[in-house]
């Protein structure tokens, strides 16, 4: 941490109020997009606590390298599997088989299943695009409201893309306070879970009959069209459902072995440094996207290497402003910022639990981004977190929780899924902004359980 002429004190909150503000108005009020917006606004925050210039380009230029060093290879991996599984039809695979499992009534369970697993691997775009024509239909079969299955599979995705590796905000998380990623993986996909589940379905479900008692429903006067295109790719060949979940399973179960095996057998044992290499993150999604090419070919009408270079264009912008995010949280770090708004958030004796999900969670409201949002809450608990006696896993969870709900109209996400699906802004709110707070919240109360067991459960301690 630098110090010397740079201020301290109560001003340091008033800066970090500010820096906060001038990236939101950047981003929503000037439009700027929100790489340039993160790194003007770390380059601003350092000049106003009296940063050595020099200090400040090097700090910026670590923490934007540091963060790409640690999360851009499976970024990029990760993407690359997710267009093998769209591309092949495994998606689709998928989300029928689940589907033809729960049955139409029992469908919004099935909904949220489907964007659970889907959301791992996709981006949320991708995910809603996919399943948008296919439950507008379902939706003017079962009766049942698009706003429930709006909110099944928006907070099912957003539950997995906060919560569940290998996708970047919990990465970037797991690498900021230092913690094992497989132990992280398992706990976190549990909770994930039990987020999507009440904020997702039981939720879903309440909006639904909501929606029947005051007779609140879509007309759906644009399905014929629809309907002939899912048709279409019905009776397309697609590879089928247990492959295509091979895919996933293949570095995910990499990872967990190279978690899980050495607390196992120790760290002494001849087979760990082994294991550890298989579930190192990059060799193992490496090892995913190898599997999901070779078992995917017969099913793909373009090349691989053109779905790989695909991938890879998607990835660009993304890891741009996850490294921007990372350098922004540097400089938060080094300035003080971070431990000062911490330690006076804790003098409020606020659980740090708590603390993490509702840093997270203003940030969140404020600019949009729930990457932004994780990396920065992240960078500022750090040092807490490691002083504490909460297990870091419970508090990386707690952080992740944070970004999940609250969307506002600042997030793109938000107009994505009133987009994609065709339902009004306010249906949007009470689907996804509220949804996703209930589950967000849903999270907090889980790992709080969990924490009262950490002296019992395993990688907890």
């Known amino acids: ?165 290998p996708t970047a905000p919990p990465l970037a998380v797991g690498e900021e306070l230092g913690i094992e990623i497989g132990i992280f993986f398992f706990y976190a996909l549990i909770s994930a879970f039990v987020g999507m589940f009440v904020g ?55 990872i967990l072995l190279g ?11 001849k087979i760990t440094p082994y294991v550890q290499f298989l ?6 999604m490496l090892v995913g996207v190898i599997y999901a090419a070779l078992i995917s070919r017969k099913y793909l009408v373009k090349k691989v290497t053109d779905i790989m270079t695909e991938g890879a264009d998607q990835v660009g912008l993304i890891l741009l402003i996850t490294g921007a995010g990372g350098a922004f949280g540097k400089i938060l770090q080094a300035t003080g910022i971070a431990d000062y708004v911490a330690g006076s958030l804790s003098s409020f004796s606020i659980p740090v639990l708590v603390l993490c999900f509702l840093i997270a969670q203003i940030i969140r409201c404020a600019q949009g981004s729930t990457t932004v949002a994780l990396m920065t809450t992240a960078a500022i608990m750090s040092s807490t977190i490691a002083a504490g006696t909460i297990s870091p896993i419970l508090c990386a969870i707690a952080i992740c929780a944070g970004g999940i709900g609250l969307s506002l109209p600042n997030d793109s996400g938000f107009w994505a899924i009133s987009r994609f699906f065709k339902i009004s802004v306010q249906d949007t709110i009470r689907a996804w902004t509220i949804g996703g707070f209930v589950a967000g919240v849903t999270i907090l109360i889980f790992v709080s359980i969990l924490s009262l067991f950490q002296g019992f459960l395993p990688g907890l301690m």
């Open 1 to 165: 941490m630098f110090s010397g002429d740079m201020v301290t004190g109560p001003l340091l909150i008033a800066i970090f109020v500010l820096a906060i503000a001038v990236l939101l108005v950047l981003i929503i009020k000037c439009q700027l997009n929100a790489f340039v917006a993160l790194l003007v606004t770390a380059f601003a925050t350092g000049i106003l606590v009296n940063m050595p210039l020099a200090d400040i380009a090097q700090t910026v230029t670590d923490g934007f390298g540091g963060t790409l060093g640690s999360i851009g290879m499976v970024t990029g991996l990760g993407v690359m599997l997710g267009k093998f599984m769209f591309e092949s039809g495994g998606i689709e695979s998928i989300s029928n088989k689940i589907l033809g499992a729960f049955g139409e009534k029992k469908s919004p369970y099935a909904v949220a299943l489907s964007g659970f697993i889907t959301g791992i691997p996709v981006f949320g775009d991708v995910v809603y695009i996919m399943f948008a024509p296919m439950l507008r239909v379902l939706s003017k079969k079962t009766k049942i409201s698009m706003v429930t299955f709006a909110c099944c599979i928006s907070v099912a995705t957003t539950c997995t893309f906060a919560l569940v590796l």
């Open 279 to 284: 579930g190192n993150k990059n060799f193992a």
């Open 259 to 269: 978690s899980f095996v050495p607390l196992a057998v120790g760290q002494d044992a």
């Open 200 to 254: 997702g379905i039981l939720y879903g479900n309440f909006l639904n009959k909501q929606d029947q008692k005051n007779n609140h429903f879509y007309t759906f006067e644009d399905l014929d069209q629809e309907e002939a295109e899912i048709s279409k790719v019905d009776n397309k060949a697609r590879m089928g459902a247990g492959k295509a979940l091979s895919i996933l399973l293949v570095p995910i179960i990499l």
